[in-house]
């Protein structure tokens, strides 16, 4: 049976936390096995790194909460209402912020590095994260069970102790370890006490923004134990969001004070008056602005999210801001480095043609059945009374051959080198889109650009032409995160983008907001009503994991516009919202009766 990501056979030989770091202690055992643990021919217990310092981490935790004495540095343990158990998980010089959706079995995790006020992601893997800070997050849900109540009680005893005796302790840890390890890796099998969890196999955990945090919306409503440094409790009141205006954006942070050429003015987007410019779009212009004079100007950027959160018309609105020319380069599984840096290809004869004739040379077919002698003439410059339409059509394939021939061979002698559109934006200093890149195969195409993306750097094209970096060159990375397709980006990539914003799902207001004006739409309480639909099925989806389709703003938007058109909202939801979200007739039923229908009532 496959292992879950937080018990991969990596994660069992990292070394285990003092004081059973003594190697006695390591490997498995045939003693210390919890009630979950039916295997009882074969079965073992093993001590787990990671489980073991989320262990230790909550013990130390409870019993400084219950004997009254100082937490700070010690994490915190709490809930946000009924819907999200909420911790911070404090080792070395960083804290890992956790949120946890019991309903959906997925986390949201930032993590914190001491001293800065942005979240870094938060990657399950070797040499990565080893998920402590997750299964401390799920301490209390593992304390529901009595066998875990019941062993841990003992363990926070014995550490309060001193751990007087060490091999009580060892198999007290081993059963606790066990216990969490069956109920996770079979939590069918365990019953209610199971705990189902959906951690994305490239282990890379939604990553729980600043942005989120300010906002308010994950803020723990009560702390268990420890106090929260980072999430606030009660500050679920959003703040106010300041409307950045189109006259005071567009064109408000040129880098330099450079004179475009007809052809680049024209390819600065023109935001539409719908748009609502972003924050993180503001702070992309302003650092790229800012740092233009530094060292190291700020030019790398990467959006992440769902589909239909408005990375790209967030990347034109970048362009519109820094008055540059956007261009953009669309990833594929089978993009190569070539697709990227450009490529030859055979040179056109300047004919426009794609036949061996002009168009005003073919021969008509009524003149050859009319007067074929005539025809045939005009093809071979000899007069004949005697020759037929089968004469004519000979000499017509004879030359249509001779043509193509030449043709041929003019082509095979001119190549000619074209550049991409994100070689061109290097060579000029434009904006230029990459998107999706994770849906590339080769995890070493991307490699191949550090390069450029390393500032005022160069690349050598396949012609042997260098070419350096514009300093006014800006890239911005969009992407989308565990959806199908999609794999990790490599390191060396991340560590080159100079600002990371993960683009949430725009609230139910906005949503209303941003339709209305991108489609004309005037029934604000009826495009509500859809909104909530729309709400509710995105969250139907990540409940019961239909992961093969997509709802959100585009869905949407499709839904009102066909609204407007059969004025039937239950008829178009069925071929837009209800269609998109899942290919499964299953699934899409479902749909339809637990989200559809709350709002909808079939009229045909």
């Not at 062993?151 to 007087?164: I, L, Q, R």
Request: with cysteine; net charge negative; aromatic share 8%.
């Amino acid at each position: 049976m496959a292992r879950s990501k937080l018990f991969e056979g990596w994660s069992f030989k990292l070394k285990l936390p003092a004081p059973f770091d003594d190697p006695q202690y390591a490997g498995q055992k045939n003693m210390g096995r919890s009630k979950y643990n039916t295997n009882t021919s074969v079965g073992t217990a093993t001590l787990h790194a990671p489980s073991l310092r989320a262990l230790l981490a909550f013990a130390k935790l409870v019993n400084a909460s219950e004997q009254g004495s100082p937490t700070d540095d010690l994490g915190a343990i709490g809930h946000q209402d009924a819907t999200y158990r909420i911790a911070e998980y404090v080792s070395a010089n960083k804290t890992d912020c956790v949120v946890f959706n019991p309903t959906t079995g997925k986390f949201i995790t930032g993590r914190f590095i001491k001293g800065s006020d942005n979240a870094v992601p938060y990657t399950m893997g070797a040499g990565n994260c080893s998920g402590s800070a997750l299964l401390f997050c799920l301490m209390p849900v593992f304390d529901e069970d009595s066998e875990f109540h019941d062993c841990m009680a003992d363990f926070k005893e014995a550490m309060a102790s001193g751990w007087p005796d060490m091999d009580a302790a060892f198999e007290t840890a081993l059963k606790l370890c066990d216990n969490m390890y069956r109920r996770i890796e079979n939590a069918k099998g365990a019953g209610k006490a199971g705990i189902k969890l959906a951690i994305p196999t490239t282990g890379n955990i939604s990553n729980l923004s600043q942005l989120a945090i300010n906002n308010g919306s994950y803020s723990p409503t009560g702390a268990v134990y420890g106090d929260f440094s980072i999430l606030k409790i009660g500050s679920r009141s959003t703040p106010v969001t300041k409307v950045v205006s189109h006259n005071d954006f567009v064109s408000q942070y040129q880098m330099t004070q450079r004179i475009l050429t007809d052809r680049e003015r024209a390819m600065v987007p023109k935001l539409p008056d719908w748009y609502i410019i972003p924050h993180e779009v503001v702070r992309v212009c302003e650092h790229a602005k800012l740092t233009t004079s530094s060292q190291q100007p700020m030019r790398n950027f990467l959006f992440r999210g769902e589909a239909g959160t408005g990375k790209t018309m967030g990347a034109q609105a970048i362009a519109a801001g820094l008055n540059l020319p956007y261009t953009l380069m669309t990833c594929s599984a089978n993009t190569e480095i070539s697709d990227l840096v450009g490529q030859f290809i055979p040179d056109a004869d300047g004919t426009g043609h794609d036949s061996c004739f002009g168009d005003d040379e073919l021969p008509k077919v009524s003149d050859i059945i009319m007067h074929p002698p005539s025809v045939y003439m005009a093809l071979t410059g000899v007069y004949d009374d005697d020759k037929t339409e089968d004469d004519v059509l000979e000499k017509l394939v004879e030359a249509a051959v001779a043509r193509l021939a030449v043709k041929e061979e003019k082509q095979g002698q001119k190549i000619r080198y074209v550049d991409t559109p994100l070689i061109e934006a290097m060579r000029h200093g434009y904006v230029c889109e990459l998107q999706e890149p994770s849906c590339i195969a080769n995890p070493g195409v991307l490699v191949g650009l550090n390069s450029l993306l390393d500032s005022c750097q160069e690349i050598t094209l396949p012609t042997g032409e260098r070419v350096k970096r514009h300093p006014d060159t800006v890239i911005v990375v969009t992407t989308n995160s565990d959806y199908a397709g999609c794999r990790d980006m490599n390191q060396s990539i991340i560590s080159r983008m100079d600002l990371i914003y993960d683009i949430a799902a725009p609230d139910l207001a906005t949503m209303v907001k941003r339709v209305m004006n991108v489609t004309g739409f005037t029934d604000e309480q009826e495009a509500t009503k859809m909104a909530l639909v729309v709400r509710d099925i995105a969250e139907r989806c990540r409940e019961t994991m239909i992961t093969d389709g997509s709802c959100g703003m585009r869905e949407f938007k499709s839904w009102v516009l066909s609204t407007m058109i059969t004025k039937d909202p239950y008829e178009s939801a069925l071929s837009t919202i209800i269609s998109s979200a899942s290919a499964d007739p299953d699934n899409r039923s479902d749909l339809v009766s637990t989200c559809l229908e709350k709002q909808y009532v079939r009229s045909f």
